[in-house]
């Protein structure tokens, strides 16, 4: 069965840090995407990073760029994601989702959620100022 499964949130105030982790199992991670997407209350749910698992390529959304670190372990079947989140903004306060998709349908447009077709339950992020 695929499953993604996120940890790591929590409450830290601006400009502390937090890693978040997403333990992904059921299929074969060298040949999705994977990425870190977050919805505020009333917005879009918006790409934060994404990484191609076969190559180690990472993609940033501007707003977190410099900040925040996407990286993945990938040991024997199991597939961990994570997020390193640091000078946290209250801005970067949201549900944060783990999601992965295929390189074919995902290629090209990395932080783009309608491409991913797998999707954890989300772990809340809140940064106060």
């Known amino acids: 069965q695929v499953q993604l499964v996120e940890s790591g949130g929590g409450s830290v105030q601006a400009g502390g840090s937090l890693r978040l982790s997403c333990a992904a199992s059921?299929?074969?991670?060298?040949?999705?995407?994977m990425a870190w997407f977050r919805q505020a209350p009333g917005k879009e749910r918006e790409g934060v990073a994404a990484?191609?698992?076969?190559?180690?390529?990472?993609?940033?959304a501007d707003s977190v760029r410099g900040r925040f670190t996407i990286s993945q372990d990938n040991t024997g079947n199991r597939n961990t994601l994570h997020l390193q989140m640091n000078s946290l903004k209250p801005e970067d306060t949201a549900s944060y989702y783990c999601?992965?998709?295929?390189?074919?349908?995902?290629?090209?447009?990395?932080?783009?959620?309608?491409?991913?077709?797998?999707w954890g339950q989300g772990t809340q992020v809140t940064v106060s100022a």
């Open positions: 990484i191609y698992s076969l190559s180690g390529s990472a993609y940033y």
């Open positions: 999601a992965a998709g295929l390189s074919s349908s995902v290629r090209g447009f990395p932080l783009l959620a309608s491409r991913f077709h797998l």
């Open positions: 059921g299929f074969s991670g060298s040949t999705y995407y």
